[in-house]
């Protein structure tokens, strides 16, 4: 009966999409859906390639959309790094944005370290009272994702844990 169940199942997740996989700097091996993590990330095979959350547009003819503050509630996973020079490769990070109220929680995963403090979302920005945070323009919007600045670079997020 459970081997019917399993095999019944096999089809569903192989239409799921990719399956990454990637070893931590303890050596514990960690699977998931989204290409995330360290340099030695690998995609599983025989499991199609998933396509990463919409860059924002270059030449936005209508104005962005900005998150309100209840949209923003819960854990993002900032997982890549861009600069506007166009020869920089994009960065991995794992840094969870955890919006509760009007705090944000800053952790930077591989480093280890947790910045707190309160947050307003304002012209287009989201500002924190922690000057290690700063403020972050809003470059683009969307339920399960979104892209900020801080100078001459931007931040990929999407809604969930890293």
């Given at each position: 009966?459970r081997?019917?169940?399993?095999?019944?199942?096999?089809?569903?997740?192989?239409s799921?999409?990719?399956?990454?996989k990637?070893?931590?700097q303890?050596?514990?091996?960690?699977?998931?859906?989204?290409?995330?993590?360290?340099?030695?990330?690998?995609?599983?095979?025989g499991?199609?390639?998933?396509?990463?959350?919409?860059?924002?547009?270059?030449?936005?003819?209508?104005p962005?959309?900005?998150?309100?503050?209840?949209?923003?509630?819960?854990?993002?996973?900032?997982?890549?790094?861009?600069?506007?020079?166009?020869?920089?490769?994009?960065?991995?990070?794992?840094?969870e944005w955890?919006?509760?109220?009007?705090?944000?929680?800053?952790?930077?995963l591989?480093a280890?370290?947790?910045?707190?403090?309160?947050?307003?979302?304002?012209?287009?920005?989201?500002?924190?009272?922690?000057p290690?945070?700063?403020?972050h323009?809003?470059?683009?919007?969307?339920?399960?994702a979104?892209?900020?600045?801080?100078?001459?670079?931007?931040?990929?997020?999407?809604?969930?844990?890293?």
């Amino acid at each position: 009966m459970r081997l019917m169940f399993v095999l019944l199942l096999l089809p569903l997740a192989a239409s799921a999409g990719s399956v990454y996989k990637w070893t931590d700097q303890n050596g514990v091996a960690h699977y998931t859906d989204r290409p995330i993590g360290p340099e030695e990330k690998a995609e599983m095979e025989g499991v199609k390639t998933a396509e990463p959350p919409p860059r924002a547009r270059k030449d936005a003819d209508e104005p962005v959309r900005i998150p309100t503050q209840a949209e923003l509630q819960g854990v993002w996973c900032e997982f890549e790094l861009y600069s506007d020079d166009p020869e920089a490769a994009p960065l991995v990070e794992r840094i969870e944005w955890t919006f509760i109220g009007k705090t944000l929680q800053y952790r930077d995963l591989d480093a280890g370290i947790t910045l707190r403090g309160d947050y307003a979302i304002t012209d287009g920005n989201i500002s924190v009272g922690d000057p290690a945070i700063g403020s972050h323009r809003v470059r683009s919007f969307f339920l399960d994702a979104m892209e900020l600045m801080r100078g001459k670079v931007w931040y990929r997020l999407r809604r969930g844990r890293c």
